[in-house]
Every structure is written in C-alpha cells, then in structure tokens.
C-alpha cells in the first residue's frame, strides 16, 4: 500500500473487505429523470463509485504489486459493462490503469504512474444512486503471476515513462490494454485488447488461457499462450486503437470491433477514413470467420462540436438477438448507437481488402460502396449526446431488457494529460470525473 496513504483502511486478503468500507463514502449522483418527453429516449438512474484507494484495491488482490498509488483512486472500469445474471448485477474490466501524456521537448511521451497495476475483472452491483464492488478478479499469467498494463513491443507500441515522464519504464509482453467483456457459458471470460490487438481467453479465476494476436505480431516472452489466428491486416492498427468492443453472439460467436480505422497504408490515410473494420471469431474453431466493414457517419454528425474525424471510435458492441447488434459511435463528448445485422453476402474475410498492398486500401476509400465493399447496413437507434444526463466518454453498453440498456463511462482513474496531472509531491490532481453507470430507457424495445 502506498506510504503515502495516511488515513487510509490497510489492505486485505480479499478485495471485498477494503472495497465495502472504502465504500461508505460513495458520491451521490444525480436521480432518475423526471419529466422526460413521452416518445424520447431518457435517463432513469444514476449511479456513482465511490472513492476505493487503487492501492488498496490492487494489494487486495495481488499484494505487493502497487507500493505507491500516488494518490490515485479505482476508476477505469469503465472499460466495458456485460450483465452478471442478476438484478443490478455486471461484470466490467479496467482498462491498463492510470495513464497519461506529457511532452517532452515537444514530443508526447505516454505516462504510467502505477506501472504495478494489474488490470482486473470487477463484478458491480447498482444500489440506488451507489455503485458497489462485489468482487474482483486479477487477470494473471497462466502461472498466476501479475500482468501489467505497460506496452508490449518497442518500436510498435508507444514507450513508457513514470509519472513525470523522465524515467523510461520497461515494456512488458505480459502487458494488456483491456477493453471489452463477455462471459461464457462455461463461466470463462474473453476479453479484447488494444496492444496487440488481440482476443484473450480468461479463466474463471483470472488467468490466462491463450491471448490470440495478429499473424506476423511475433510477440515472444509472454507468460502464456500467445497464438497468432487473426488477419495479419490488423498489424496495421493506429496506437492506442486495437479492439475495443466485444459481444457474444446467441450460438457463442465473438464479434470483435477495431477502435478506429486501420493505418493502412499509412497514418494520414487511417486519420481521415470513416471506415472501420468487425470480426466475427468462433471459440469452437478458435478462428476468425467473418470480417465485415463498418462506415462511421460524418463525424459532425456523432458529434456536432467536432470536426475532426480522427475522434471517430467504436467503443461497444452489443448483442441484441440473432446476428443483430448494437453498435457504438462515439467521441469523447458524444455518442450513437447503430443497429446493424451481419449478414453472410457482407463477409470481406480474406479478400483483396486484406492484402495490405491493395491500392487503394479499403480505408482510402471515399465510398466504398460505391467500390463494391459490402458495407454493413446501419438504423439509429438513439443519440446519446442528446439525452440529458449522460456523461461523456461512453466505454460500455450493456442491454438491461427489452427497452432499457446500462452505460458506463471511462473516468481514466480521474487522470488528465500534461504537466498538471501530479501535484509538487507526486500525488494525484484529480480531474473530479466519477465512473457512472447510467440507466437509459428507449421509446421502441430493441
């Protein structure tokens, strides 16, 4: 536990007891909406995690692996949300842990202040205007050793620093980014990933089954299975950009969603494509099946203050029944939800747009209907960015019932970029953003 964590109630064995006290002092957030318009889609409840120390969270389950927390509080949960079986009930995955940027000499330099953080699988349960922490599975090596949140590769993945962004940190190729959650039928968990990115298999206590990677990552030294059985396309990833949306499908099928358009062939080309890219991945096969190509809408359109396309992401997919799912288009300010069908004629698995020399690159493609791609058809659903109540950055979608779904925002462990994040003695500035998990009726069943 960090020492300079004064006041703060010691670590147990379990995470349970430290979380439930930590607990008590649980920000109260705003209630359910009243008054809101017949036929509009609008807030029910909202709920809010209270103030857990990351130390004593992370030594409650793997003690040792954080001596100092800096200050930093659980946050980053927000990663992803997928219901637990019961009332109230979710699972949901942090992402790497705290993080940030700081230039140096004018050049971005990616921070992890607590590079011992394990990122962990948190089953949550919504009490009222209260979140609480039920549980909390570390996600380990198939030995039961720690992973971290830090960087795979030097030379594909960005380098990283301490807290001020002077000391350069050791990658680690046991390190995830997660991101999306599932649970299967067998009580194991599969999880995606941005470093890579990669699907990773996850037993029912947390560790490691086999982290399925692009073919040509070479990824060596890992403390479990690393089995290359994607498309080599997805080598050409944007940083910071891998998969970030999971769902599972009725018959067990994954749908893995990239974050963000392919840098394909290069930087300038991914930055201003709208099209992005789903797998569909069969755990029975252990195998891609399907690829299809998702076009995002302007993006003044997701969201209306900005005019960047860059800031296009998916961040969740859902399934909603059959082969349909819910897709999310978002900004950090604003989201949509899609409904779209995978259908079989939309399959591009293993043709010409996963060739990497093909000219031009599905992402170059101003219309790439109009080239002959079968683009997954889209209908709104709903536009977040207008309902009152929900709070930006919009990781995790979760389907309640028939018309209610539960999001859950990424807080980013109350960080923010620059010089300002850490005060004078190295402790946390926090932005004041909570994690919230919001519910929201729609005016149509899904």
């Known amino acids: 536990m960090s020492p300079h964590a004064e006041g703060r109630r010691p ?16 920000l109260i957030a705003a209630g359910p909406a009243m008054g809101a318009p017949s036929g509009e889609a609008h807030v029910v409840r909202t709920a809010t995690l209270g103030d857990i120390p990351l130390g004593v969270f992370s030594n409650g389950l793997l003690p040792g692996t954080v001596d100092d927390d800096r200050g930093v509080d659980l946050g980053g949960i927000g990663s992803d949300i997928y219901p637990a079986g019961r009332k109230g009930e979710f699972w949901t995955v942090t992402d790497r842990g705290p993080n940030g940027q700081i230039k140096v000499a004018g050049t971005k330099r990616r921070t992890f202040p607590v590079p011992g953080f394990d990122p962990a699988i948190v089953r949550i349960r919504v009490v009222g205007d209260t979140v609480k922490v039920l549980d909390a599975i570390p996600i380990t090596t198939s030995r039961g050793r720690p992973v971290t949140g830090l960087p795979n590769q030097r030379g594909r993945d960005e380098a990283p620093y301490d807290y001020n962004a002077l000391t350069a940190l050791p990658y680690d190729p046991n390190g995830l980014d997660t991101e999306g959650i599932v649970r299967a039928a067998d009580g194991s968990f599969w999880l995606v990933d941005e470093y890579g990115p990669s699907l990773v298999h996850v037993s029912a206590r947390g560790k490691i089954l086999t982290r ?11 403390g479990y299975p690393v089995v290359e059985a994607l498309p080599s396309v997805l080598l050409h990833r944007k940083i910071n950009r ?38 569909r991945f069969s755990p029975k096969r252990k195998a891609v099946t399907a690829e299809y190509a998702y076009r995002f809408d302007p993006v003044d359109v997701v969201d209306p203050s900005e005019d960047d396309t860059s800031e296009l992401k998916i961040s969740s997919v859902v399934a909603v029944g059959g082969d349909r799912l819910l897709v999310e288009e978002r900004t950090d300010k604003a989201a949509r939800l899609q409904l779209v069908r995978l259908d079989r004629s939309s399959n591009i698995l293993g043709s010409s747009w996963d060739d990497d020399t093909t000219s031009p690159s599905l992402e170059q493609l101003d219309d790439p209907a109009a080239s002959g791609v079968p683009v997954l058809t889209k209908k709104p659903v709903v536009d977040l960015g207008r309902v009152a109540g929900v709070p930006g950055k919009i990781e995790g979608v979760a389907r309640v019932d028939h018309d209610t779904l539960a999001l859950i925002n990424d807080n980013d462990f109350g960080m923010t970029d620059g010089t300002g994040a850490f005060d004078a003695d190295g402790r946390l500035v926090d932005s004041g953003v909570e994690t919230t998990v919001t519910y929201v009726r729609l005016p149509h069943r899904l």
């Open 11 to 26: 670590a147990g064995r379990t995470v349970a007891a430290g979380v439930h006290l930590a607990l008590v002092a649980a």
């Open 212 to 222: 399925y990677v692009p073919k040509g990552l070479n990824l060596t030294g890992a």
């Open 242 to 279: 891998g998969f970030e949306g999971l769902a599972q499908l009725p018959g067990g099928d994954l749908v893995l969603a990239v974050q963000s358009p392919l840098s394909l062939p290069d930087t300038d080309a991914g930055e201003a494509s709208r099209t992005t890219r789903l797998l």
